[in-house]
């Protein structure tokens, strides 16, 4: 789908949209515990549907009405041998979930698009070799089979925090103690913070000390009934409307969120006031929307980018190609990105989203003060099914287009 949007000033207050991180480690969390859950304020993207496909898949009975679920939850350690989890396009889902599955001895595919299956699993390969795990990893689906053991998992921590968090989920129910080790440096901190905190919600105990993580074992996870707060991931890219000119109120975030994307007023204030490097480490989804406010704010410099290229796409290098089109000059070092915004000018021919929602909702940012029509624009239903229809309301001019370019 192409989408044109024209020169236009946003203006106006827009609630943001459920926490899709949370929204994962909730519903989780649920489908893991004993009697019936109620989570409320969940936004049905992609991302989320696989995930409730997979709880699903591992015996969890969900019930949806609107924008609440009923879960009653499952015992995977007892779970139905060769099940299926499709994780459609989404990495959290499938990172999550593949410890779930390992807990178990007999084998479950997990499924998803060969982008997906190329982007890094190597640390439960590894895992799965150290332990004598079935592990077995083709171009559109991994099948692993226990059992997971306790023990010490010792993990980089500068590779994505999924990994840890998918542990996390596993560990406290096996009958035995274990710890997570993470070898530092440590990156995407806060991603870890919530997932502890969501299990903590959910009556899972786990202790911290510096780098290491204390799971106690035989712990159960019980039902509760939980709301999804507000994402400051999606968040972003409203405020950043007004670096584009506009003058839109952001509501509906929590003061005392633990997402790291919460930095994002901060970062973009430096941006605006300072040539200072921003070292986004701790929140990388938020590069695409910095590096698109950089190019309206006259630049600026970035490190800790390097994962960026493990995304949905090659996230610094599609906004450089993008940003180029802008007339921003912008530059990829192998962990930092640097914008030098030129003179800025509407693009002269097609924008490509690369098949990445974060792409096409920073591109949207820029669209609205210069004016632009973008490819692929419906990838943005991954996590945000109704961002256009939220500009629209902002008084962007938003219209599919399908005329050839």
């Known amino acids: ?12 207050t827009v609630m943001v949209p459920p926490s899709k991180s949370m929204a994962h480690r909730l519903l989780i969390c649920a489908g893991l515990s004993d009697g019936e859950s109620v989570v409320r304020r969940l936004s049905l993207s992609r991302d989320i549907t696989a995930t409730i496909g997979c709880l699903r898949a591992l015996g969890a009975k969900i019930t949806l009405t609107g924008d609440t679920a009923v879960v009653r939850g499952t015992n995977v350690l007892y779970r139905q041998e060769n099940a299926v989890l499709r994780c459609d396009e989404c990495g959290s889902t499938l990172r999550f979930f593949i410890p779930l599955c390992m807990l178990s001895q007999g084998r479950a595919t997990l499924t998803g698009t060969p982008y997906l299956m190329s982007r890094p699993l190597s640390v439960y390969e590894e895992i799965a070799r150290a332990r004598s795990l079935y592990y077995d990893k083709g171009a559109d689906a991994v099948t692993v089979g226990g059992a997971l053991a306790a023990g010490v998992y010792r993990i980089p921590g500068n590779i994505s925090s999924q990994f840890v968090s998918g542990l996390l989920f596993a560990l406290p129910m096996l009958p035995d103690d ?4 993470l070898i530092p440096p440590v990156e995407s901190r806060p991603y870890i913070d919530m997932t502890v905190s969501s299990l903590n919600a959910f009556g899972v105990a ?10 106690a074992g035989g712990q159960r996870y019980v039902a509760r009934s939980v709301t999804v707060e507000g994402d400051c991931s999606n968040a972003a890219f409203f405020e950043a409307l007004n670096a584009a000119g506009g003058a839109v109120e952001v509501a509906g975030l929590s003061p005392d969120t633990l997402q790291g994307d919460r930095v994002y007023k901060r970062l973009f204030e430096r941006i605006r006031t300072s040539h200072e490097v921003i070292d986004i480490s701790d929140c990388p989804d938020l590069g695409p929307v910095l590096f ?8 600026g410099m970035f490190s800790g980018t390097a994962r960026l290229r493990f995304k949905e796409s090659d996230r610094a290098a599609a906004m450089r190609a993008e940003l180029n089109k802008f007339g921003a000059d912008t530059q990829v070092g192998e962990n930092t990105v640097t914008v030098r915004a030129g003179d800025l000018h509407a693009p002269n021919e097609l924008l490509d989203g690369h098949g990445d929602h974060r792409i096409v ?21 991954k996590s945000f099914p109704d961002f256009f229809d939220r500009l629209r309301e902002l008084h962007v001019e938003v219209s599919e287009d399908g005329m050839d370019q």
């Open 361 to 381: 909702m920073a591109l949207s940012v820029l669209a609205a003060r210069f004016g632009g029509v973008i490819d692929g624009a419906e990838q943005v239903e």
């Open 1 to 12: 789908m192409r989408v044109r949007i024209e020169p236009s000033r946003a203006f106006g």
């Open 178 to 181: 274990s710890e997570i080790v």
């Open 292 to 299: 698109a406010v950089a190019a309206l704010q006259g630049g």
């Open 206 to 215: 786990v202790s911290s000390d510096g780098d290491t993580y204390r799971i």
